[in-house]
């Protein structure tokens, strides 16, 4: 019998380091394992995840543009219903499940960035209202906490997260958001702001609190504009790569069996890649 492979299902084929990252925790851990990358169009999606078992697959990651239609086509946990998006999908008994690793993603991504993040007094202001703003949301909420602005360019997308999500979200103008940088002790920025060829994020960290915390999901560039004004100013940052190392955990452990680390030496690793 071939050894388990999972694999990471997108269309067009997806540029990811997601093969970097598993392939060096089955090598690390010694488990005779592969991770490929399969480009499947979107109307192939059903059909290809029927066969997964037949081609030698315990389970995959999916990618855009299939991660809502993959909650359809499984049984999604509460994660993956919250956001609204799998990115996990695997075997259990005959059952096909999805989860969304986004949300362990970027709440262990915190906790090992910044150990106590969720101790210190104040409000949380995540800005941006789409997918991966879900994910937070729901991490957030998960991890209990005070109150959460949520600030989006486009209003009406923060309030319809802070009607799904509950009272706890509290949707603000994207205007509004100096008035409140000065209360927030976890700042996370969801938005494509910062990435490459976009503009940066026209933030004052200075005002934030000296104890608050930065997160910023946008991995290309690491060092995002954002992400350097708050370590200039002595801040505890935490940034996309960790997030996407942190995420690809949870997929690991229940397609191969054991939970594998985050560790420098992977960071170092996808870190080169990026750079290239
Ligand atoms: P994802 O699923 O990855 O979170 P998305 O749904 O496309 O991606 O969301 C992108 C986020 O970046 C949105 O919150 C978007 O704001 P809008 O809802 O108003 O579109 C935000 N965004 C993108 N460009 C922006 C800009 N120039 N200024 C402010 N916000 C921006």
Redesign the pocket.
Known sequence: MAPPAACLIGWPAAHSRSPIIHKHWLKTLGIAGDYRIEAVKPEMLASFLRELPARGYVGANVTMPHKEQALTLAQGDTRARAVGAANTLWFDGGVLRATNTDVEGFVGNLDASAPGWDHASGDALV????????AVLFGLLERGGGRIHLA???RE??DALAEKFGARVNPID?GAIARVLPGVKLLVN????GMKG??P?DIDVGVLPADAVVAD?VSVPLHTPLLSAARARGLKTADGLGMLLHQAVGGFALWFGQRPAVTTELRALVEADLAK
């Not at 800005?127 to 879900?134: C, D, E, T, V």
Request: avoid cysteine; proline fraction near 5%; hydrophobic fraction near 35%.
């Open positions: 800005l941006g209202a789409g997918g991966a703003s879900r989006n360019r486009t997308r923060a994207w969801t938005t494509s702001l976009q503009p994020l999901l």
